[in-house]
């Protein structure tokens, strides 16, 4: 059973970082591609960032491109998302998620964590 497990969310003021983490058990992280997605309340949850597992390629949403970086460590089973120049409009709960499978139109990931809060104050 694959399990993962966000953490780093945080409350910050706006111009502020934070990194999150992603850590995956149950399965070996590079047979994965993993993707973090954010909910704002009341709103829909949205596609935030992309690694693929092999070559470590990423795909960014438009909206936090040249902000947000997604990296990935293997040997600790573990994904991260440098957030930078945050906004409060970045303010959500963050999920990580992953799947054996990526499709580039309406991916579906099978295994999601329980999220991280976010809050940006400006």
């Known amino acids: 059973q694959v399990r993962l497990v966000e953490s780093g969310g945080s409350l910050v003021q706006a111009g502020g970082s934070l990194r999150l983490s992603c850590l995956i058990s149950?399965?070996?992280?590079?047979?994965?591609?993993v993707g973090w997605f954010r909910q704002a309340t009341g709103k829909d949850r949205d596609f935030v960032a992309l690694i693929q597992r092999s070559f470590g390629t990423t795909t960014y949403a438009d909206s936090v491109k040249g902000r947000f970086t997604i990296s990935r460590e293997n040997a600790k089973n573990t994904v991260f998302l440098q957030l930078n120049s945050l906004t409060p409009e970045d303010t959500g709960v963050y999920f990580c998620?992953?799947?054996?499978?990526?499709?580039?139109?309406?991916?579906?990931?099978?295994?999601w964590g329980q999220g991280t809060q976010v809050t940006v104050e400006s």
């Open positions: 998620a992953a799947d054996p499978a990526y499709s580039s139109t309406n991916w579906s990931p099978q295994y």
């Open positions: 149950g399965d070996t992280l590079s047979s994965h591609y």
